[in-house]
């Protein structure tokens, strides 16, 4: 087991790269076209890294049906075709529970609105209105 890389650490690893990783407002001195930029790539790529993950999952959850269906009664086939399922279904929560995090976490890190945006408004308004 030395050898190989722990695959708990690795989803651990996935996760916060998926909820740090499009975060704003840790790049907050540097200029704006920049700062946008940069939160669409992390997006882009966080939304195909969900997309490999839940088609991971059913790629698993169909093996592990296919599994089932070979069994052919076999006690310890049926439990490892059960297994394959039971982390299939962690494959897709981890996937929905990402988007979901992302998404509480851009509303709260988001920007205010700009205030400076509807106080010109109100004076284009005021001019036309003299």
Do not use: H, N
């Amino acid at each position: 087991m030395r050898g190989q890389p722990d695959p708990v650490l690795a989803v651990v690893a996935m996760v916060l790269v998926l909820v740090v990783g499009d975060s704003p407002a840790l790049a907050q001195s540097v200029d704006e076209s920049g700062v946008e930029e940069l939160v669409d790539v992390v997006g882009r790529i966080r939304t195909v890294i969900v997309a490999l993950a839940a088609a991971l999952a059913t790629l698993f959850a169909t093996i592990a049906g296919i599994r089932w269906l070979l069994a052919g009664g076999d006690p310890s086939e049926i439990d490892r075709a059960k297994r394959a399922l039971v982390g299939a279904a962690i494959g897709y929560g981890i996937a929905i529970l990402a988007t979901v995090l992302m998404g509480i976490l851009e509303y709260i890190v988001g920007e205010p609105p700009d205030t400076e945006d509807t106080s010109e408004d109100e004076d284009a308004s005021e001019e036309e209105g003299d």
